[in-house]
């Protein structure tokens, strides 16, 4: 049995009315954080009125199946539960939302088929094992897009400013894997850069970073093989040099560039990942998507 402290018996004092309207000040951790160590708001912790403020009120457009879904439940705070961890369909099938759970900030996953590089000819089309679905047993598969033997490359992409939660800060993902059979991403290294209004920040970037030593763990390589007119050399890999890193769900991840999204902001968020002066055959690239981040996430148990 849980132990009632005095202070919790203070707290217990106030009306649950009071108790909603101060933790609605909080943040969605902080609400779950307070009703997992003191029974005596608990109620009010877990109100409508507590996860009503939470949820954002300008929710995109989803797919119908997806909307009556999130409908269906009792409360509010199951809403926020469901679109924390389960990223819900937008209108137009290329693009998912989710909300952050330490803060409620809207996400987006923007799939390769939102990119600008459906019409660019060395890239090939793909399906990918991108997670498994208890529920059903099966496997959940998604497009990407695969680059094939090109000189140039060029990943754009945009996302108004307005589906973005004000006065937060975001930071934009590449989502990615490397064949096998990869080349020619080592160097020159990769531009990656992302702009909102009048500000833009760019840095470089190297995909094939990477080797597995004897223990098939991934150490990242200080120098890497270059090209140059009169044959082969290597270079440092510097510390302003952005590396990728690997996920949990075995795919890697580069680190675009972060923007604070301002309340006055009404405009577009482009970013772009781009080698273009090689003029090296580059292959074995799959994106999979961008992902919009808020950053520094939390987590609720």
């Not at 029974?39 to 939470?54: G, K, N």
Request: aromatic residues 6%; neutral net charge; charged residues 25%.
């Amino acid at each position: 049995m849980e132990a009632t402290t005095e202070a919790e018996s203070d707290i217990g004092r106030l009306p649950e009315e009071l108790l909603a309207a101060i933790i609605s000040l909080t943040s969605p951790l902080d609400a779950c954080r307070a009703a997992a160590v003191c029974r005596t708001i608990r109620p009010a912790a877990d109100s409508d009125a507590v996860w009503s403020r939470f949820l954002p009120r300008d929710l995109p457009r989803f797919v119908d199946a997806a909307e009556r879904s999130l409908m269906e439940l009792p409360s509010c705070k199951a809403r926020f539960r469901r679109l924390s961890d389960n990223p819900a369909l937008l209108l137009g099938r290329v693009t998912r939302m989710w909300l952050d759970k330490a803060t409620g900030g809207k996400c987006y996953t923007l799939s390769a088929r939102a990119l600008n590089i459906s019409l660019q000819p060395h890239w090939r089309w793909m399906h990918v094992h991108v997670a498994h679905d208890i529920k059903t047993g099966r496997s959940i598969v998604s497009e990407a897009a695969r680059l094939w033997n090109a000189q140039r490359l060029e990943i754009r992409g945009k996302i108004p400013s307005k589906m973005l939660s004000h006065n937060s800060t975001y930071a934009a993902y590449m989502v990615f894997k490397l064949l096998h059979t990869a080349s020619g991403l080592s160097h020159p290294f990769q531009e990656a850069s992302i702009s909102i209004g009048g500000s833009e920040s760019t840095h470089r970037a190297c995909l094939d970073s990477y080797y597995e030593d004897g223990a098939g763990c991934m150490v990242p390589r200080k120098q890497v093989l270059a090209r140059f007119r009169r044959g082969f050399g290597m270079v440092l890999v510097e510390d302003d040099v952005i590396l990728p890193q690997r996920r949990t769900d075995g795919w890697m991840e580069l680190e675009l560039g972060g923007f604070c999204n301002e309340e006055d902001d009404d405009g577009e968020v482009c970013f772009a990942f781009t080698e273009t002066e090689g003029l090296n055959a580059k292959t074995g690239l799959v994106v999979r998507s961008i992902e919009m981040r808020i950053k520094q996430q939390g987590s609720i148990s």
